[in-house]
C-alpha cells in the first residue's frame, strides 16, 4: 500500500461533518470503525431531504475534502441520488433518502444496541 501523503481520518471526520452539517444534512451519525472492520476508521451516515439535496450534499462534501484537505474521494450512486456512497479510504459517508436509510437501516448493523437511533415507529 503506497504511503498516505493526505489529512488523517480524524481531520477527515471533522471536516466532513462540518461539510455535511453545512449543507443541512439530517440526522447525522458517526460510527468509530477502530478496530472493528478494515474498510476504515469512521463510518459517517446522514439524510438528504430528497435525490437533489442527497446528490449536492454529495458533490460539495467531494469538492470540499479535495480543496481543503487534498483527498480525493470514490462516490458511487451520485446520478440517482438515493444512496450515494463516499469513500475516502479512512472514512466511509453514506447520504440516503430518508425512505431509502430506513430500508437498508446500516445504524443497526454497526452501532452498538445502546448507540441505536430511537425508532419512528
Known sequence: MPARNKADSDTQLARILSSLSDDKAEDIVQVDLRGKSAIGDYMVICSGRSSRQVSAIAEKLVARLKSDLSVAARVEGKDTGDWVL?????????????????FYQLEKMWLPADKQPASAS
Not at 463516499?86 to 436509510?101: L, M, S
Request: charged share 35%; net charge negative.
Open 86 to 102: 463516499i469513500d475516502t479510504g479512512d472514512v466511509i459517508v453514506h447520504v440516503f433518502r430518508p425512505e431509502v436509510r430506513e
